[in-house]
């Protein structure tokens, strides 16, 4: 990282047993046979892994420091980055499941990204200690896909203290096969999302295609845009407005009162579409908030008609017309009524379960971060209990075929859900741990690798990343972990100094990097080179 330099090495050849002794020192700085020292290799890597930088960013630096690399070059860097640290990882696995050991186990969170059809890059991160433990690409959640991944797992840190997953039937059946003794927790979070997306949407579908069918928001939108040019040009008048609403003072009637609480109320209108604290459906409804605000317009229609009208100027009067006929509209559709009344019963049967599991509260703040009440499990599932009987007790609830689907959720996952804590003995005497209510840990890591590629290309789409990262992409998570450092590392100064020793230990044939890549399995690279693989297939199986 100090600029190019040119090195004089003194090598040294023994006639009696024809060695060649080559330089420790230049081969802790920089690899045999290459022309990039092991601190830019890491440079490089962190920058595009840890940092999240573009290779034109990355140049850039490097130029400064008068280092002038080719793109393709600093892609190659990254890849060799990845493939030391992942063989770095796997010679300290032995030293990770001690120390997981000595901490009474680990508690395996599984989860994995998709985008459309790219393969799916699947994790697995023990929470207690946050390590990244594997990592594999699969091209479905089929368990004949996960199970074999579970088996490495199980080979290289032992069997789980406890599993927690989604609701997903390939990884259940996967866990069930490979880890039938430990505890199968399924994650609260991910079962009410898809409670409530089978028990919400069939009515949210229908408000959503009657809202399509309106127009209304385009034309809310052109509204907005059509009023906007002209309270400004009336901006003192149009602060004075605002600032009375605000402090709830009484407003005059002036030259610019229609269009502003025109204006005031169509924003207003939109801003229903904005509703939610930060969940997604089917805890935030955007749609039932939006069609909610023009309701309520449309039933406080006379007043505002009363208040807005100008006899005097019927051009401004026209926006306050437009506005009302939009929420009229909206009134006077009676299937959209239907599904806005059928939505407000069921929203309030599935909010009793989200107060119930005391997760994804009205209101949170923490959205998609948010990880449960602390409330003892025991309260949890008495709540859930008292809920599940509710369903069949109340007439209408019981013969209503989504809450009977409902039920049969509840029953089917009820011993999965809730996680009691778990005893277990260390070397240093018993200790006692609670596994997490969510999978959140490893959701929040997969949109970090999301916001990380955003911010490196300027695309929301995983599916190019998806298809060519190397497979170990993530375990770069663990290097901000100090614990997991001091154990990678095993007493070296940094990643320079170990992967310059691990090198050595490459050129002597005890190890092996190549083991890691996920395109060509091992021993398979040659075979793609022989001028002619059918005729010596046939050889071999024939025996001929």
Same mark, same amino acid.
């Given at each position: 990282?100090?600029?190019?330099?040119?090195?004089?090495?003194?090598?040294?050849?023994?006639?009696?047993?024809?060695?060649?002794?080559?330089?420790?020192?230049?081969?802790?700085?920089?690899?045999?046979?290459?022309?990039?020292?092991?601190?830019?290799?890491?440079?490089?890597?962190?920058?595009?892994?840890?940092?999240?930088?573009?290779?034109?960013?990355?140049?850039?630096?490097?130029?400064?420091?008068?280092?002038?690399?080719?793109?393709?070059?600093?892609?190659?860097?990254?890849?060799?980055?990845?493939?030391?640290?992942?063989?770095?990882?796997?010679?300290?696995?032995?030293?990770?499941?001690?120390?997981?050991?000595?901490?009474?186990?680990?508690?395996?969170?599984? *989860?994995?990204?998709?985008?459309?059809?790219?393969?799916?890059?699947?994790?697995?991160?023990?929470?207690?200690?946050?390590?990244?433990?594997?990592?594999?690409?699969?091209?479905?959640?089929?368990?004949?896909?996960? &199970?074999?991944?579970?088996?490495?797992?199980?080979?290289?840190?032992?069997?789980?203290?406890?599993?927690?997953?989604?609701?997903?039937?390939?990884?259940?059946?996967?866990?069930?096969?490979?880890?039938?003794?430990?505890? @199968?927790?399924?994650?609260?979070?991910?079962?009410?999302? *898809?409670?409530?997306?089978?028990?919400?949407?069939?009515?949210?579908?229908?408000?959503?295609?009657?809202?399509?069918?309106?127009?209304?928001?385009?034309?809310?939108?052109?509204?907005?845009?059509?009023?906007?040019?002209?309270?400004?040009?009336?901006?003192?008048?149009?602060?004075?407005?605002?600032?009375?609403?605000?402090?709830?003072?009484?407003?005059?009637?002036?030259?610019?009162? $229609?269009?502003?609480?025109?204006?005031?109320?169509?924003?207003?209108?939109?801003?229903?579409?904005?509703?939610?604290?930060?969940?997604?459906?089917?805890?935030?409804?955007?749609?039932?908030?939006?069609?909610?605000?023009?309701?309520?317009?449309?039933?406080?229609?006379?007043?505002?008609?009363?208040?807005?009208?100008?006899? @005097?100027?019927?051009?401004?009067?026209?926006?306050?017309?437009?506005?009302?006929?939009?929420?009229?509209?909206?009134?006077?559709?009676?299937?959209?009524?239907?599904?806005? !009344?059928?939505?407000?019963?069921?929203?309030?049967?599935?909010?009793?379960?989200?107060?119930?599991?005391?997760?994804?509260?009205?209101?949170?703040?923490?959205?998609?971060? !948010?990880?449960?009440?602390?409330?003892?499990?025991?309260?949890?599932?008495?709540?859930?209990?008292?809920?599940?009987?509710?369903?069949?007790?109340?007439?209408?609830?019981?013969?209503?075929?989504?809450?009977?689907?409902?039920?049969?959720?509840?029953?089917?996952?009820?011993?999965?859900?809730?996680? @009691?804590?778990?005893?277990?003995?260390?070397?240093?005497?018993?200790?006692?741990?609670?596994?997490?209510?969510?999978?959140?840990?490893?959701?929040?890591?997969?949109?970090?690798?999301?916001?990380?590629?955003?911010?490196?290309?300027?695309?929301?789409?995983?599916?190019?990343?998806?298809?060519?990262?190397?497979?170990?992409?993530?375990?770069?998570?663990?290097?901000?972990?100090?614990?997991?450092?001091? &154990?990678?590392? @095993?007493?070296?100064?940094?990643?320079?100094?170990?992967?310059?020793?691990?090198?050595?230990?490459?050129?002597?044939?005890?190890?092996?990097?190549?083991?890691?890549?996920?395109?060509?399995?091992?021993?398979?690279?040659?075979?793609?080179?022989?001028?002619?693989?059918?005729?010596?297939?046939?050889? $071999?199986?024939?025996?001929?």
């Amino acid at each position: 990282m100090t600029g190019p330099f040119v090195a004089h090495e003194t090598v040294g050849f023994c006639h009696g047993c024809n060695r060649t002794f080559n330089s420790k020192a230049l081969q802790s700085l920089v690899p045999k046979h290459c022309n990039v020292a092991y601190d830019l290799l890491v440079f490089v890597g962190q920058a595009l892994f840890r940092r999240h930088r573009s290779v034109e960013e990355i140049r850039g630096e490097l130029i400064t420091r008068n280092i002038r690399i080719s793109p393709s070059e600093i892609g190659y860097l990254g890849r060799k980055f990845i493939t030391l640290l992942a063989a770095a990882h796997r010679r300290a696995t032995p030293r990770i499941r001690q120390a997981m050991t000595m901490s009474g186990g680990y508690i395996l969170h599984l *989860d994995a990204t998709h985008d459309g059809d790219a393969p799916a890059l699947m994790t697995g991160i023990d929470s207690l200690s946050q390590f990244v433990l594997a990592n594999i690409k699969i091209p479905t959640e089929h368990a004949d896909h996960i &199970i074999p991944f579970l088996r490495k797992i199980e080979a290289d840190y032992g069997v789980p203290l406890a599993c927690v997953r989604d609701m997903g039937t390939g990884i259940g059946k996967a866990v069930a096969t490979v880890f039938p003794g430990a505890h @199968d927790f399924i994650c609260h979070f991910h079962f009410l999302r *898809d409670i409530g997306k089978d028990y919400l949407e069939p009515a949210y579908a229908r408000l959503r295609n009657c809202l399509r069918s309106h127009g209304t928001s385009t034309r809310l939108h052109s509204l907005a845009r059509e009023l906007r040019p002209l309270l400004a040009m009336q901006s003192e008048q149009a602060v004075a407005f605002t600032t009375a609403i605000i402090n709830t003072e009484f407003l005059k009637n002036s030259n610019t009162t $229609s269009l502003a609480s025109t204006y005031s109320l169509v924003l207003w209108a939109l801003q229903g579409k904005r509703c939610g604290d930060g969940y997604g459906f089917p805890f935030d409804r955007p749609l039932l908030g939006f069609v909610d605000r023009l309701l309520e317009l449309e039933q406080r229609m006379p007043e505002l008609l009363a208040l807005l009208l100008d006899n @005097d100027k019927p051009n401004e009067s026209q926006p306050v017309f437009k506005l009302l006929a939009e929420a009229c509209f909206i009134a006077e559709d009676q299937e959209l009524r239907k599904a806005v !009344d059928e939505l407000h019963q069921r929203c309030q049967v599935f909010d009793s379960l989200r107060t119930a599991m005391r997760i994804a509260p009205a209101g949170g703040s923490k959205g998609l971060n !948010d990880e449960g009440s602390t409330k003892a499990m025991v309260t949890i599932r008495q709540g859930v209990e008292n809920f599940r009987r509710s369903l069949d007790k109340e007439p209408d609830l019981a013969a209503d075929h989504l809450s009977k689907k409902m039920a049969d959720q509840i029953d089917k996952y009820g011993d999965k859900l809730f996680a @009691d804590p778990i005893s277990v003995q260390t070397p240093i005497g018993p200790s006692t741990i609670y596994p997490q209510r969510t999978n959140n840990i490893l959701e929040q890591f997969f949109r970090k690798i999301r916001r990380g590629y955003r911010r490196k290309t300027g695309n929301n789409s995983m599916h190019r990343a998806l298809q060519t990262m190397l497979v170990d992409t993530p375990l770069v998570k663990n290097l901000d972990n100090p614990d997991y450092m001091k &154990i990678l590392l @095993d007493g070296k100064e940094n990643l320079e100094e170990l992967f310059a020793e691990m090198r050595k230990s490459l050129a002597e044939g005890k190890d092996d990097l190549l083991t890691n890549t996920d395109r060509i399995l091992p021993g398979f690279r040659p075979l793609a080179g022989l001028p002619s693989l059918p005729g010596k297939l046939i050889q $071999s199986l024939t025996g001929w």
